[in-house]
């Protein structure tokens, strides 16, 4: 088994979210997405996807490019994006039916031998001219629960810990954030993000080891449309 992380799908159904306002190589990236992934993962593999999956603002909308990712290879666990309008209560995302994808919301999941934690996130300063999404506190409280109650459902596991987060897990000044403090008392041992985009976006993207937390930006342009094989 490998695991695979890719964010920020930004799927399209109803091809009205033009992506190339970040660059040039944002043009079809779709079937970039689809085609590497194909060359890439496997049946058995497992592939991280942190949000931003589907420009959609309803469910029923969002259905189409779900079940795209849904006959593509490997088993899939998805997280929230702060463009998921479309995300719907845990019955409603069960419903649908779909025999590859697991939603993470408030939960975790074991594969293997690792477990999947995670949440959406949040900006944790105050908003600069640079940042999309204004600091809202009753949010960022309630993102902050959100990831101690994912990690606290696998706290008996013995398996390798992996979190996953939409926003950044640093602030504006490039710092450790809130919700890697968190990660890192859990004892995770990964943690993936995606949300920044395009040359400006890129140049805040932070990686490498922090406090023994291996950290990954996986947004799908900074990594040309290409799953990133973390394990």
Known sequence: ????????????????????????????????????????????????????????????????DLRKIDSLPGVKIIGKGNHDYWWSTSSKLNKLGLKSIRFLKNNSYEYGNVVICGTRGWESTESTEETEDKFDKKIFLREINRLRMSLESARKSKKIIIVMLHYPPFDNNGLPNEFFEIAKSYKSDICIYGHLHGEEGHKNIKEGMFDNVSVHCVSSDYMDFKPKRIM
């Open 1 to 64: 088994m490998k695991i695979f992380a890719i964010a920020d799908l930004h799927f399209d159904g109803k091809k009205e979210k033009p992506m190339n306002i970040f660059g040039d190589n944002w043009i079809n990236h779709e079937e970039k997405i689809v085609e590497n992934w194909k060359a890439s993962v496997e049946n058995d593999d497992l592939v991280l996807i942190p949000g931003d999956i589907s420009w959609a603002v309803k469910l029923d909308e969002a259905v189409d």
